[in-house]
């Protein structure tokens, strides 16, 4: 009933910029906290950043100070902005929402992008 769609990701050189968006789509009432995640071939998936419905962030220590998270309420998407990519960011990103898709689920359910892959070559 809610996707997820993320774009942006792609191949880039270190050092460079890539921007992922991801926009929410289907039935529900209100995008509550929205965040990314990544997951590296054999490695668990963590937390990159994220953002409460009041755009309050919060980041990964990795990614403090080069990724910003930001969004849109009315568009319901969220974008993160990657500046200064190094090749330990290369990863799946996965796009997190949780959502109150109506009034018999007032506490708000969990949904996930398929993810996009980023690659920052050396």
């Known amino acids: 009933q809610v996707q997820l769609v993320e774009s942006g990701g792609g191949l880039v050189q270190a050092g460079g910029s890539l921007r992922l968006s991801c926009a929410a789509s289907?039935?529900?009432?209100?995008?509550?906290?929205m965040g990314w995640y990544r997951q590296a071939p054999r490695q668990q998936r963590e937390l990159v950043a994220s953002?409460?419905?009041?755009?309050?962030?919060n980041y990964a220590d990795s990614v403090k100070g080069r990724f910003t998270i930001s969004r849109d309420n009315r568009k319901s998407t969220v974008y993160l902005q990657m500046n200064s990519l190094k090749p330990e960011d290369t990863a799946v990103y996965y796009c997190?929402?949780?959502?109150?898709?109506?009034?018999?689920?007032?506490?708000?359910?969990?949904?996930w992008g398929k993810g996009t892959l980023v690659t920052v070559s050396s």
């Open positions: 953002i409460t419905i009041t755009d309050s962030p």
């Open positions: 997190a929402a949780h959502v109150v898709t109506g009034p018999g689920n007032p506490g708000g359910e969990d949904f």
């Open positions: 289907g039935t529900f009432s209100r995008v509550n906290t």
